[in-house]
């Protein structure tokens, strides 16, 4: 039997996350008792830490106690390597130093490099509704500070005439040049690259069964196992339960990062084009063959907009998802309807 997992909601600040930890790991805790034990054979280990802003769960069925805390260490110091990797505000990590190149060539390395690539595709191949080029907005809209608020018109112009792949010229021999100001965020990406490296690794531990949950973002190795999605206004309730076997999932909300003034709700998944956040969506869930295509295409869905999003979700392959719009209608493709219910 398969057990269901809770997509957790995360934290609007950096202050928050602490004891936006403890409740949602209480949070998860309520979602995890719909499985019947069956003996030693079903013995199951659970850890979670704090790493790239949100809380990270890992679950092995079915192994030695000791050999699943050796994997689970190990995926979990996998995860803190790609959170150093891809920081933008550990000083000295590649992508800090890319951001403050002021325009020279950067050598990055290999790996940083092959995901940069990587974006590049799903930029072109999203229409530019995926773009890391993105940091200038996130930090006029201060969604790194403890204080995010609605930026005036001209520091916003600003930061918009920085932001955007445009300014990115990817070189050979893993270099870099960052144009006009620009600087990298991989925040729509990383995650989900995260819970990848992770999951390789329990594999190369023999883990039979196990998952790897990054804040919603979520890959397992082995075994059923069934996922609730969070609805994006009630949060105790279910959008969706999805049944994943070989397959990724994740979800891009507006109740993920997001603060309100006037009635109006202002979240952290911004529209590249605009330099806004993306209206149109609440909520976006995307199954993929792994869990890094699965992040990146929930944000650049939730970028297009219900219309456009869920018509480029039926002409992919292997991808299936789900749209809950600003009204609260649920959109689905029927690939999404065999694996989930609602």
């Not at 054979?41 to 092995?60: H, S, Y």
Request: proline share 4%; net charge neutral; glycine share 8%.
């Amino acid at each position: 039997m398969g057990k269901e997992v809770m997509q957790p909601r995360r934290s609007t600040t950096r202050r928050a996350i602490m004891l936006a930890a403890y409740l949602v790991v209480v949070f998860i805790i309520s979602f995890i008792v719909v499985r019947e034990w069956g003996g030693p054979a079903d013995e199951e280990r659970v850890r979670t830490q704090i790493a790239m802003g949100t809380v990270i769960e890992m679950q092995i069925r079915g192994m030695d106690v000791e050999a699943a805390d050796r994997a689970m260490t190990a995926a979990f110091a996998e995860v803190r390597r790609v959170d150093t990797l891809f920081s933008t505000y550990l000083r000295n990590s590649p992508v800090w130093r890319a951001n403050r190149s002021g325009g020279d060539v950067v050598t990055l390395p290999d790996e940083v490099y092959a995901l940069l690539r990587r974006c590049d595709t799903l930029y072109r191949n999203t229409g530019g509704a995926f773009d890391v080029a993105i940091e200038p907005l996130v930090q006029v809209w201060g969604f790194d500070d403890d204080a995010p608020a609605i930026p005036d018109a001209q520091r916003l112009t600003e930061a918009l005439s920085r932001s955007g792949w445009r300014h990115v010229e990817i070189l050979d021999s893993a270099r870099v040049r960052l144009n006009g100001g620009a600087a990298l965020n991989f925040g729509a990406i990383a995650k989900g690259y995260a819970v990848d490296r992770a999951v390789a690794v329990l594999a190369a531990h023999d883990v039979r069964e196990g998952l790897v949950n990054a804040g919603g973002e979520i890959r397992s190795v082995g075994g059923t196992w069934t996922i609730g999605v969070q609805h994006p206004r009630e949060e105790r309730r279910l959008a969706a339960s999805v049944r994943i076997d070989s397959r990724s999932i994740a979800t891009s909300g507006d109740y993920e990062q997001f603060f309100e003034e006037d009635g109006k709700r202002y979240h952290h998944i911004f529209d590249p084009a605009s330099g806004k956040p993306a209206s149109g969506c609440r909520s976006v869930t995307v199954l993929a063959p792994d869990n890094t295509t699965a992040d990146a295409l929930a944000t650049a869905v939730f970028v297009m907009g219900p219309a456009k999003g869920m018509e480029f979700l039926t002409q992919q392959k292997h991808i299936d998802g789900m749209i809950i719009d600003d009204r609260g209608a649920v959109y689905t493709t029927p690939g999404f309807d065999k694996h989930s219910s609602r």
